[in-house]
């Protein structure tokens, strides 16, 4: 937006000096013209007068005039009679049968720009009838005068408006970002506030000034941010208590069922109670599922970095006592091994443990799971891939949804909820998931996070 602004402002400026230069230097040119014109005009009048008088010392003023012309001016002053002969002490001029010559002769003043004789090169010729006290025309004077001075002096004038024009523009262009600056700082406040919203700080506020409009948008913007920081701590509020009163009353159940299974000597009873029990277990790990996609979609976390390697091990660490027990191997590739990410604290581990249960569920006994991280532009990406049956394209289109369960090796298993929550996280900390066919076979998750610096 400040480009815009400055470029604007010297574009108005730029249209005010050319509206108003540009005339001025014409007018100084045809000036400057005008003016040679007139110079030159008068002193072929002055060699008239004194040819026309036709005595020896008018001959003689002439001829001095003549020299003093071409000495002073690098023009030239030539006379020629009305028989076409030289005008005495004056040389014969050169191309005598000129069309100006004629045109004096004729009785008609000739004034042209263009190629003149006398000189050789281009410039103003002006010739002009020596009439006598009769009124006959008795001979002409042609004066040439170069237009190389005029040029030059022409050329100084565009110039120094040229650069007086391109110094006005740098210092309008000066003035412009000033200005720009001044006139945006109200938005970039309330930028500057959209992003601690972004990162996590519903604490965050605009000043409420500037330019009516300015102060509108930030009142607005500060309402919603009220707004969204009372919804945000009552969902917190909400979760937290459906935490308590969910969890305690399953927990009680599975008690209760464990104390009549190890009070019945029934087989038929205790296998009853092991079907209620495993149903119980079910519904907490639904209920736990649902509480952390709930608290995943509540929470507005500030990310901070994390080095990726360090949490792809640790979860590793943890993950790997089940990995045996299964006969997978866990193996990680860390091409951006000191590379960081910005995420919210948990989230990334809480990531990797929804995808690595995931994929120990559906990975063969003998199978390899692979944790490969590399750089992208200015994202960091971890693919996870295992050698598991894969999902179709249909399949894969609905794997992020709530409740879908896809088939492990053991049938349908899981709450559906795992790859929901990990889209969840993975998206407020702006990033992207998705899934496609590993190399080998099997399912690749790849997770593209915003890397740190």
């Given at each position: 937006?400040?480009?815009?602004?400055v470029?604007?402002?010297?574009?108005?400026?730029?249209?005010?000096?050319?509206?108003?230069?540009?005339?001025?230097?014409?007018?100084?040119?045809?000036?400057?013209r005008?003016?040679?014109?007139?110079?030159?005009?008068?002193?072929?009048?002055?060699?008239?007068l004194?040819?026309?008088?036709?005595?020896?010392?008018?001959?003689?003023?002439?001829?001095?005039?003549?020299?003093?012309?071409?000495?002073?001016?690098?023009?030239?002053?030539?006379?020629?009679?009305?028989?076409?002969?030289?005008?005495?002490?004056?040389?014969m001029?050169?191309?005598?049968?000129?069309?100006?010559?004629t045109?004096?002769?004729?009785?008609?003043?000739?004034?042209?720009?263009?190629?003149?004789?006398?000189?050789?090169?281009?410039?103003?010729?002006?010739?002009?009838p020596?009439?006598?006290?009769?009124?006959?025309?008795?001979?002409?004077?042609?004066?040439?005068?170069?237009?190389?001075?005029?040029?030059?002096?022409?050329?100084?004038?565009?110039?120094?408006?040229?650069?007086l024009?391109?110094?006005?523009?740098?210092?309008?262009?000066?003035?412009?970002?000033?200005?720009?600056?001044?006139?945006?700082?109200?938005?970039?406040?309330?930028?500057?506030?959209?992003?601690?919203?972004?990162?996590?700080?519903?604490?965050?506020?605009?000043?409420?000034?500037?330019?009516t409009?300015?102060?509108?948008?930030?009142?607005?913007?500060?309402?919603?941010?009220?707004?969204?920081?009372?919804?945000?701590?009552?969902?917190?509020?909400?979760?937290?208590?459906?935490?308590?009163?969910?969890?305690?009353?399953?927990?009680?159940?599975?008690?209760?069922?464990?104390?009549?299974?190890?009070?019945?000597?029934?087989?038929?009873?205790?296998?009853?109670?092991?079907?209620?029990?495993?149903?119980?277990?079910?519904?907490?790990?639904?209920?736990?599922?649902?509480?952390?996609?709930?608290?995943?979609?509540?929470?507005?976390?500030?990310?901070?970095?994390?080095?990726?390697?360090?949490?792809?091990?640790?979860?590793f660490?943890?993950?790997?006592?089940?990995?045996?027990?299964?006969?997978?191997?866990?193996?990680?590739?860390?091409?951006?091994?000191?590379?960081?990410?910005?995420?919210?604290?948990?989230?990334?581990?809480?990531?990797?443990?929804?995808?690595?249960?995931?994929?120990?569920?559906?990975?063969?006994?003998?199978?390899?799971?692979?944790?490969?991280?590399?750089?992208?532009?200015?994202?960091?990406?971890l693919?996870?891939?295992?050698?598991?049956?894969?999902?179709?394209?249909?399949?894969?289109?609905?794997?992020?949804?709530?409740f879908?369960?896809?088939?492990?090796?053991?049938?349908?298993?899981?709450?559906?909820?795992?790859?929901?929550?990990?889209?969840?996280?993975?998206?407020?900390?702006?990033?992207?998931?998705?899934?496609?066919?590993?190399?080998?076979?099997?399912?690749?998750?790849?997770?593209?996070?915003?890397?740190?610096g």
């Amino acid at each position: 937006m400040n480009r815009r602004l400055v470029v604007s402002y010297v574009l108005l400026v730029a249209v005010a000096i050319a509206g108003f230069t540009v005339p001025v230097a014409f007018v100084l040119t045809n000036q400057l013209r005008g003016d040679l014109e007139t110079s030159v005009r008068r002193e072929a009048a002055t060699a008239a007068l004194l040819l026309a008088a036709s005595d020896t010392p008018s001959r003689q003023a002439l001829a001095r005039l003549a020299a003093a012309y071409q000495q002073e001016t690098h023009g030239k002053l030539d006379v020629l009679l009305a028989d076409r002969g030289p005008a005495r002490p004056l040389p014969m001029p050169a191309e005598p049968d000129d069309a100006a010559f004629t045109t004096a002769l004729s009785g008609r003043e000739s004034v042209q720009w263009g190629d003149a004789p006398a000189l050789g090169e281009e410039g103003l010729v002006l010739a002009r009838p020596a009439r006598d006290s009769t009124g006959a025309v008795v001979g002409a004077v042609r004066v040439s005068y170069p237009s190389g001075p005029l040029n030059e002096r022409q050329l100084q004038i565009w110039g120094f408006r040229a650069v007086l024009a391109l110094a006005v523009l740098i210092v309008a262009a000066m003035l412009g970002a000033l200005l720009a600056r001044r006139l945006t700082r109200p938005f970039r406040e309330l930028n500057r506030m959209a992003r601690r919203l972004r990162d996590g700080d519903l604490g965050a506020r605009a000043e409420e000034t500037g330019p009516t409009e300015t102060q509108t948008l930030a009142r607005t913007l500060n309402n919603a941010a009220e707004t969204i920081d009372t919804l945000v701590r009552s969902q917190r509020s909400f979760i937290a208590d459906a935490s308590h009163q969910l969890r305690t009353p399953l927990t009680a159940l599975r008690l209760s069922l464990d104390n009549i299974a190890d009070g019945s000597p029934d087989p038929l009873v205790r296998e009853d109670i092991e079907l209620a029990t495993a149903e119980v277990v079910r519904m907490s790990r639904l209920v736990n599922g649902l509480l952390t996609l709930a608290r995943a979609e509540a929470a507005v976390g500030t990310p901070e970095p994390v080095r990726v390697a360090d949490v792809v091990d640790d979860r590793f660490e943890v993950w790997r006592a089940f990995a045996t027990e299964r006969g997978v191997d866990l193996r990680a590739d860390h091409t951006a091994s000191q590379q960081e990410v910005l995420v919210s604290a948990g989230n990334l581990e809480q990531v990797l443990d929804n995808v690595l249960s995931n994929a120990l569920e559906v990975s063969p006994e003998g199978g390899t799971i692979t944790v490969r991280t590399h750089r992208e532009e200015d994202d960091l990406v971890l693919e996870v891939s295992d050698e598991g049956p894969g999902l179709s394209q249909a399949e894969r289109q609905r794997a992020f949804d709530r409740f879908w369960r896809g088939r492990g090796t053991t049938g349908p298993s899981g709450s559906g909820l795992g790859l929901a929550i990990v889209k969840q996280l993975v998206t407020d900390d702006g990033g992207t998931v998705s899934l496609a066919d590993a190399a080998g076979g099997g399912l690749c998750v790849r997770i593209c996070l915003r890397a740190a610096g």
